[in-house]
């Protein structure tokens, strides 16, 4: 194999990647798979997630698909043992769940604000929580690895009817930068690093566009949708784009990246 193929291949990995039975985490969670790593697939929707795991066992691969509530500590206890137990390790962990809330600071409910946080924020510390104390040197795994944290171009730039999304993005993204100092510092051998997309034409892509016309924002779906468009200079992405992203942090062709922010956003935050 070309020697810069091979720093990107994964076989053998363990990878473990939350919110993965459809969209961006169903894409990333195949991509692994088809550089060679063995994937847990975690969501609520168990139907779907089996679904995905399905796929990759159709590639090759080992595969495991489980029930998943990330604000939930108890389930990534037995998630992260269940992996170990299977696989025989714990390589990799994307934190992709997330949910996305959209409305004006005038009309937003508080409780849509915390489930926010609670899915966005809360489920990956203790991603980080779990999937540190068993790839750390004396942990179950003990081979270090790569955390790979989904924040979003909206965790570095204000968005219109997104506030309480834009804070539990924005607090990803320092939590990741935080756990990459403070893994390095102890010599855990744990890269930690966030990707940050921007819209992409997934369900929560679409909801988007809906949002900005239902908050008044835009006077239709169609003009809503041709603005959100525009603001990518170079278009839309596709849910590949980011997945290739997650790809270099989860492979040694990263080894060199630990607290760094990937902006796949089609130049809008340049803009």
Not at 39 to 49: P, R
Not at 94 to 119: P, S, W, Y
Not at 156 to 161: H, T
Not at 233 to 238: A, H, L
Request: include cysteine; aromatic fraction near 6%; charge should be negative.
């Amino acid at each position: 194999m070309n020697t810069v193929f091979k720093s990107f291949a994964l076989e053998g990995k363990v990878a473990l990647v939350t919110g993965s039975a459809r969209g961006l985490g169903a894409e990333t969670a195949e991509t692994l798979a088809k550089a060679g790593a063995h994937g847990v697939v975690t969501d609520i929707l168990m139907a779907e997630a089996e679904a995905t795991a399905q796929r990759i066992r159709a590639l090759g691969g080992k595969s495991l698909a489980l029930g998943h509530d990330v604000t939930n500590e108890q389930h990534w206890e037995q998630i992260v043992q269940a992996t170990v137990e299977a696989f025989g390790g714990l390589d990799i962990l994307v934190n992709n769940a997330g949910i996305e809330k959209m409305a004006l600071f005038t009309e937003a409910c508080v409780e849509d604000f915390r489930q926010m946080h609670e899915v966005n924020v809360t489920g990956v510390f203790l991603g980080i929580k779990h999937a540190a104390r068993v790839m750390r040197p004396e942990g179950a795994a003990g081979k270090g690895g790569s955390i790979i944290n989904l924040s979003s171009v909206a965790g570095l730039v204000g968005m219109p009817a997104l506030g309480g999304y834009c804070s539990s993005k924005g607090a990803v993204r320092l939590m990741t930068k935080s756990a990459a100092v403070e893994f390095a510092r102890l010599g855990y051998g744990i890269r930690v690093n966030s990707i940050h997309p921007a819209i992409i034409k997934t369900e929560m892509g679409i909801n988007v566009v809906r949002g900005l016309a239902a908050t008044g924002l835009a006077p239709d779906e169609a003009a809503a949708d041709a603005f959100v468009e525009s603001l990518h200079p170079i278009g839309y992405g596709q849910p590949q784009d980011v997945s290739n992203a997650v790809l270099f942090l989860a492979s040694s062709a990263s080894r060199w990246s630990t607290g760094s922010e990937i902006v796949i956003d089609g130049g809008a935050s340049a803009c």
